[in-house]
């Protein structure tokens, strides 16, 4: 038997003859407190990316600079065309892997 509560859309399952679950948690209100998206607490868990650390990272392996920096969408595209302008030629993948190094700076940054 389903039961609709009038409060914010909560629906509740009904089985008649079967015990209520209860959990040593809730039954003695202990354990982590709840999280929500908004909740500061969520930003000191991670720091603010270093700038240097990105640039370095994209000397090494171009766009990883941007992963590191919370970028991935735009990490994976620097990786794919400035390996793509190294396989045209070597002066537009070096031209592109030098725009990337700036990119990735900047990014770390903001």
Known sequence: MVRASASGGLVEYYYPGRKPLVTAASSFG?????????????????????????????????????IYAGRAGSGVAWMATTLMGYACCFLPGLFLHG????????TARV
């Open 30 to 66: 202990v354990g982590p407190p709840s999280i929500t998206i908004g909740d500061p607490f969520l930003g000191a868990i991670r720091s603010r990316p270093n700038p240097m650390t990105s640039v370095l990272l994209s000397m090494l392996i171009p766009g990883a600079g941007h």
């Open 99 to 106: 725009l990337c190094l700036v990119s990735a700076a900047r």
